[in-house]
């Protein structure tokens, strides 16, 4: 009896899974529709990917690519990620050759998957005569509202019916971007110091939008580590310019911002240009726990 009953169950598990699996590959790939009518979309980076899930709302799955704590100037998508890709509608992704793998990925995807680079056209600081320049757009609350727009744009093309939808989720969270844009400002204003040492230059927009100023970079390449001579230069502009910590990031070793800070008789603080992963799971908590390590760092109001 049991046995026939646990049989009964496998039988319909089966049929479920064969039923699902089924539904999954007759999503065509060129809609980019998965389970329940969803619009699968694909984003670089966890601020990029939060912000399509805020204008996306229910009506969109979002793939990220570049995973929480791995750093987007190294990562490249697995094959696995490569795959999930070519089901996808859309890829946005921030530009500026941060995202160095994606144009390989949108070939390999097909022309099914349509790119949206979400800096075209904006100001880019740091622009080199190569056409590079400082990727880290989004590190800015007032230009990240502009992907923000671009990402509601690039939905409703994609997916008209949801045009109203999109509107009112992309107003709401833009609303929220004005608050911690707001947030940020009075913030500021407390700093005892404006002098910011940083890991990599992450956060020249930052730095630009609200006022600071960036004394000292220590890494200049992500990826290399500062050589001694580098190290001794900066432990001298720290003196210098009085600064009063140095703050290293997340997706890099602390060691090198570890000497310097020790040579200079400053703390090392962390700045999290990429977020992902509670408490730092969603943009705004990301930036309002960034915010409250530059208070600590720079001797603001707590
Ligand atoms: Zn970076």
């Known amino acids: 009896m049991r046995r026939t009953r646990f049989g009964t169950v496998l039988v319909v598990l089966l049929v479920v899974v064969l039923v699902v699996s089924a539904c999954g590959r007759s999503s065509?790939?060129?809609t980019g529709r998965v389970g329940k009518g969803k619009l699968l979309v694909a984003a670089s980076i966890p601020p990029i990917?939060?912000?399509?899930?805020?204008?996306?709302?229910d009506r969109v799955d979002v793939l990220l690519m570049v995973p929480p704590g791995a750093s987007p100037h190294t990562?490249?998508?697995?094959?696995?990620?490569?795959?999930?890709?070519?089901?996808?509608?859309?890829?946005?992704?921030?530009?500026?050759?941060?995202?160095?793998?994606?144009?390989?990925?949108a070939d390999a995807a097909g022309p099914s998957l349509q790119v949206v680079v979400l800096s075209k056209g904006m100001e880019i600081l740091g622009k080199t005569a190569h056409g590079g320049g400082n990727p880290h757009i989004w590190l800015s609350p007032v230009r990240a509202q502009e992907y923000v727009k671009r990402i509601r744009?690039?939905?409703?093309?994609?997916?008209?019916d949801g045009a109203d939808e999109y509107r009112a989720n992309a107003d709401a969270y833009l609303k929220q971007l004005q608050g911690l844009d707001a947030e940020i400002r009075t913030a500021v204003k407390t700093f005892k110091s404006r002098e910011m040492v940083t890991f990599h230059a992450s956060w020249a927009y930052f730095i630009h939008d609200y006022g600071?100023?960036?004394?000292?970079?220590?890494?200049?390449?992500?990826?290399?580590?500062?050589s001694a001579?580098?190290?001794?230069?900066?432990?001298?502009?720290?003196?210098?310019?009085?600064?009063?910590?140095?703050f290293a990031e997340p997706q890099f070793s602390p060691r090198a911002a570890q000497v310097i800070a020790d040579e200079a008789g400053v703390p090392v603080l962390t700045l999290d240009p990429l977020g992902g992963l509670p408490p730092r799971e969603t943009y705004i908590k990301l930036m309002r726990w960034n915010l409250a390590q530059l208070k600590r760092g720079l001797g603001g109001e707590k």
């Open 75 to 105: 990562y490249e998508p697995t094959p696995s990620q490569m795959r999930q890709l070519a089901q996808a509608r859309l890829l946005f992704i921030n530009g500026v050759g941060l995202e160095f793998w994606a144009e390989k990925a």
């Open 49 to 57: 990917a939060d912000f399509v899930r805020e204008v996306g709302g």
């Open 28 to 30: 065509s790939p060129s």
């Open 229 to 246: 001579a580098e190290i001794a230069r900066i432990v001298e502009i720290i003196r210098k310019t009085h600064a009063p910590a140095v």
């Open 153 to 160: 744009d690039a939905l409703i093309a994609a997916d008209p």
């Open 212 to 226: 600071l100023h960036q004394a000292a970079v220590l890494e200049t390449t992500p990826g290399k580590e500062p």
